[in-house]
Nanobody
Framework: QWQLVESGGGLVQPGGSLRLSCVGSGFTLDGYAIGWFRQYPGEEREEVSC????????RYADSVKGRFTISRDNAKNTVYLQMDGLTLEDTAIYLC?????????????????WGQGTQVTVSS
């Protein structure tokens, strides 16, 4: 069964860092653009960042620009989200999502494969 599996969440103090990982289980991620989303309780998911198949083209929400970095290592079948300078407002469930595409540089608007999420809690 094809699954996206997130890891790396946890509890961190304000100003701290975490690195989230998204692994393709049962399939390879190199055919997919990958996005990271976050969801607050009772709210819709919002996109945090996205990376194209090539790894060269990326997109960030304004709220995380300059603090978060998305990257991918296709040899390890993993996409990362490095989160620095974390604030209380970054507390959420973080999910990765995949969009299968033939284009190396596309940053999709829609995603059709989702992980279960990992909890990130920023608290002093």
């Amino acid at each position: 069964q094809w699954q996206l599996v997130e890891s790396g969440g946890g509890l961190v103090q304000p100003g701290g860092s975490l690195r989230l990982s998204c692994v393709g289980s049962g399939f390879t991620l190199d055919g997919y653009a990958i996005g990271w989303f976050r969801q607050y309780p009772g709210e819709e998911r919002e996109e945090v960042s996205c990376v194209a198949k090539s790894g060269r083209n990326t997109r960030y929400a304004d709220s995380v620009k300059g603090r978060f970095t998305i990257s991918r290592d296709n040899a390890k079948n993993t996409v990362y989200l490095q989160m620095d300078g974390l604030t209380l407002e970054d507390t959420a469930i973080y999910l990765c999502a995949g969009a299968r595409t033939i284009y190396n540089e596309i940053l999709p608007a829609n995603f059709d494969l989702w992980g279960q999420g990992t909890q990130v809690t920023v608290s002093s």
